[in-house]
């Protein structure tokens, strides 16, 4: 604790003074010094304090490699959502230091920043891209363009199509963009959690705006991607004070749709009962809009069905009033 504390708090004779004695009592003194560098780690991740792991390496401090995959991945996962610039940009001199294991390194590692684009942040990826000037690995155009889309960030795709290109993505990019990663942990007393959505619904449409209108490829999504957005409203109906409902970020999605002229399947075989009210009553006020076969085909049969219903009772009826029966 000493040594991470004076690093911290830049008192390098203390420091000098623990090298002094390391180098002169090799052994169990020169482990412990080493292990100091993880909970330096974790206090510059918590305070974005990447000077003092700065500090650290020009101080000739011994650094633990951090042997095991999963504390790798963990700490670097806790940088880039702590949003920990500094720190991050220290990740940055390690890498070509070569202190840390591949694991844990952006490439061809990138998960941290594609689970950060998920949820929405978009300032990992201009990090990243910017004063990182890291390299992009190859063969993650999917991966990125579908993080991009589910957590609404437009600005990612245009940068990624003037600089990479539309080359590769899949049919679950605007799906994602509708209803995907839509809830997120929120922190309640006495260890309860509760489910919101995390990506508003401007920012949903925004990015099917930028599919259909930039994009400039031809547009790939699930034909019954309303069902899965139904069926979800029906799941997560639970309210968390301050944030939007599911129901109220997939309403207007729904609508984007049904105004886009895109094809569509609105058959559904959902129980309507099972959903959230307000779904229920868009659903009835909307349906009489909607355009297309499968549904111009339900309401045909529909009224075939009443109209042969109707035709049979009062053929029963006028059996029963002339002794047919």
Request: glycine share 6%; aromatic share 12%.
């Amino acid at each position: 604790m000493a040594v991470h504390m004076a690093v911290i708090n830049v008192h390098p004779h203390v420091v000098q003074w623990w090298l002094a004695n390391t180098k002169a009592n090799s052994g169990p003194r020169a482990i412990e010094l080493k292990a100091h560098f993880v909970p330096l780690l974790m206090h510059a991740i918590d305070y974005d304090l990447g000077a003092a792991l700065h500090r650290w390496i020009d101080y000739g401090l011994p650094v633990s490699r951090l042997d095991d995959c999963n504390t790798n991945r963990d700490v670097l996962h806790q940088s880039v959502f702590r949003k920990a610039w500094t720190v991050l940009d220290w990740w940055v001199r390690a890498r070509s230091l070569g202190i840390v294991y591949p694991v844990a390194d952006f490439d061809p590692h990138p998960y941290p920043v594609v689970n950060a684009l998920e949820c929405g942040e978009e300032g990992v990826f201009e990090w990243w891209v910017g004063p990182a000037r890291l390299p992009v690995p190859e063969g993650l155009d999917d991966r990125i363009l579908d993080a991009a889309s589910a957590g609404g960030l437009p600005k990612v795709l245009e940068w990624w199509a003037a600089n990479r290109g539309i080359t590769r993505y899949s049919v679950v990019a605007m799906d994602l963009a509708s209803f995907g990663t839509p809830i997120r942990w929120a922190d309640r007393p006495e260890s309860f959690y509760f489910w919101y959505p995390s990506i508003s619904a401007d920012r949903r449409i925004a990015v099917l705006d930028w599919w259909r209108n930039k994009s400039g490829v031809p547009l790939k999504y699930s034909s019954d991607l309303a069902l899965t957005m139904f069926e979800q409203t029906g799941k997560l109906r639970t309210r968390v004070t301050g944030k939007p409902s599911v129901v109220e970020v997939l309403i207007p999605v729904l609508q984007w749709w049904l105004q886009s002229g895109l094809q569509v399947d609105w058959k559904t075989n959902a129980r309507p009962e099972r959903w959230d009210p307000q779904l229920r009553e868009w659903w009835e006020r909307e349906y009489l809009k909607l355009k297309g076969p499968a549904i111009n085909a339900d309401k045909k049969a529909a009224v075939e069905t009443k109209k042969k219903s109707v035709q049979y009772s009062v053929s029963v009826e006028f059996a029963r009033m002339t002794g047919g029966f």
